[in-house]
């Protein structure tokens, strides 16, 4: 069998390739490279360079490469984005997936993995976020995967297709420094970032109602996500029939506050993390945390890595990509 990997050259996507390639897995990534980096491939990947929009470019790679499963991790992911540019989003996250599902359809495929996003949830007035808590997304980023949900699980039931679509909650850490996230758009690259300018880290808001005021979220190991992606890959190849139809949480199920990752990051790091509050940001929920049970019920799947372990891996990452920066 081998599976595509749209965005394979991604932050995410780089991590689950490795992952699926160290299983005995063959795959093909197709990239645009608009985020992506060909570097972070390993040796002997065929990357395909185009648009999840290009049909012809679709059908040839699907035949070419005898592919019998799809991992569509190609999307546009910036929340704030999103709410400034929703047609190019629903066009790159819900016209691209509508695209790469017609040609997989076609082309005969039997097995189908989205990724999703705890941006499905919207501000969920719950400790525990269920795969049944009611889903309203806030932004368009929000709505473009829970759209997207819809439209895999419908094309499946109708065309005898398995599929899963795992909603990451919030990712963190790099497995090796070549394969972190450049990006400064999350809170712990934000946080180093500040640190080697050489500024106090920001606090969005301190007076939420949680135990220490800060915001709290379920962080978890890029290489956690990984190995979800392989058994949920496990799953859809023992389901010949194309019946799985599942909608998983990958998360740890526990809470961290933004001032516990900031301790955290000083303890790894050695430098003063003391932040200065600043207002809060718009539309940032209180407490978004996973439950895992499903997916250690429908996979066997349990997260491994602990909260140290990913900001150690991310900040050794970090200081190879910037030699000279802080620490
Ligand atoms: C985490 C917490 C901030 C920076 C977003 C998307 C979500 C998913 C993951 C794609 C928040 C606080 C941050 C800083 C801070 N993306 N913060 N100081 O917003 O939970 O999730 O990324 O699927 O859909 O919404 O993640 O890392 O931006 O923020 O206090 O300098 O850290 O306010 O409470 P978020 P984040």
Known sequence: MTWL????AGYIGAHVVRAMSEDGRGVVVLDDLSTGDAARLPAGVPLVTGSTLDR????RVLAEHGVTGVLHIAA?????ESVEQPLRYYRENVEGLRTVLEAAVAAGVRSFLLSSSAAVYGMPDVETVTED????????????????????RATGRAHGMGTVALRYFNVAGAATAELGDPGVFNLVPMVFERLAAGLPPRVFGADYPTPDGTCVRDYIHIADVASAHVAAVRRL???????????????RGEGVSVREMLDAIGRVT???????TVPRRAGDPARVVASADLIAKELGWTAEHDLESMVSSAWSGWQQRHPGGAG
């Open 5 to 8: 990997i749209t965005g394979g």
């Open 56 to 59: 012809p470019l679709l059908d």
């Open 76 to 80: 546009k992911k910036q929340v704030g």
């Open 133 to 152: 808590t009611p889903c309203l997304p806030m932004s368009p980023y929000g709505e473009t995967k829970l759209a997207g949900e819809w439209l895999v």
């Open 237 to 251: 190849e023992a389901d010949p029939d194309g019946e799985v139809r599942l909608t998983l949480n990958i998360g």
């Open 270 to 276: 050695g430098l003063d993390t003391t932040a200065e």
